[in-house]
């Protein structure tokens, strides 16, 4: 996912991707598993990356825990509830497939990727990779 615009501003951007039980490597696209419009699918991903969950008024009372547990919101690592945002799209992708499928994942992996702006190259820059057995 890439937003257009400003080539003066940055953007981050994802790639979900899922190793399958035959080993193949395959584009998993999350709009197709949560029937979400495409910009509230990356707008989740984004707040997600970034702990925005955790800097609302009124959180989760897991979230609550997991702060109480690390002492701050700045104790967390970066993207702390990224593994039950991935286990669910992998569940999800899983659930359209027979169970003997070779096409069924063993794992999902959501690739955070920055272009630092100016120009419309340099948008490959690794930034961070999250990556769930499922």
Same mark, same amino acid.
Do not use: C
């Given at each position: 996912?890439?937003?257009?615009?400003?080539?003066?501003?940055?953007?981050?951007?994802?790639?979900?991707?899922?190793?399958?039980?035959?080993?193949?490597?395959?584009?998993?696209?999350?709009?197709?598993?949560?029937?979400?419009?495409?910009?509230?699918?990356?707008?989740?991903?984004?707040?997600?990356?970034?702990? !925005? =969950?955790?800097?609302?008024?009124?959180?989760?009372?897991?979230?609550?825990?997991?702060?109480?547990?690390?002492?701050?919101?700045? !104790?967390?690592?970066?993207?702390?509830?990224?593994?039950?945002?991935?286990?669910?799209?992998? =569940?999800?992708?899983?659930?359209?497939?027979?169970?003997?499928?070779?096409?069924?994942?063993?794992?999902?992996?959501?690739?955070?990727?920055?272009?630092?702006?100016?120009?419309?190259?340099?948008?490959?820059?690794?930034?961070?990779?999250?990556?769930?057995?499922?």
């Amino acid at each position: 996912m890439m937003a257009g615009g400003s080539l003066q501003t940055g953007r981050n951007y994802f790639i979900l991707r899922g190793e399958t039980v035959s080993g193949q490597t395959v584009d998993v696209r999350p709009i197709k598993l949560t029937n979400a419009l495409y910009a509230r699918t990356w707008t989740m991903v984004s707040a997600t990356a970034f702990n !925005q =969950n955790f800097r609302l008024s009124s959180i989760h009372p897991d979230n609550a825990r997991l702060i109480e547990q690390l002492g701050s919101v700045e !104790q967390l690592p970066f993207g702390a509830r990224m593994p039950e945002l991935l286990t669910t799209w992998g =569940n999800l992708y899983n659930e359209q497939l027979p169970s003997s499928s070779p096409a069924r994942l063993k794992a999902i992996r959501l690739d955070m990727y920055r272009w630092s702006s100016g120009r419309y190259a340099d948008y490959d820059t690794f930034v961070e990779s999250w990556r769930k057995e499922l």
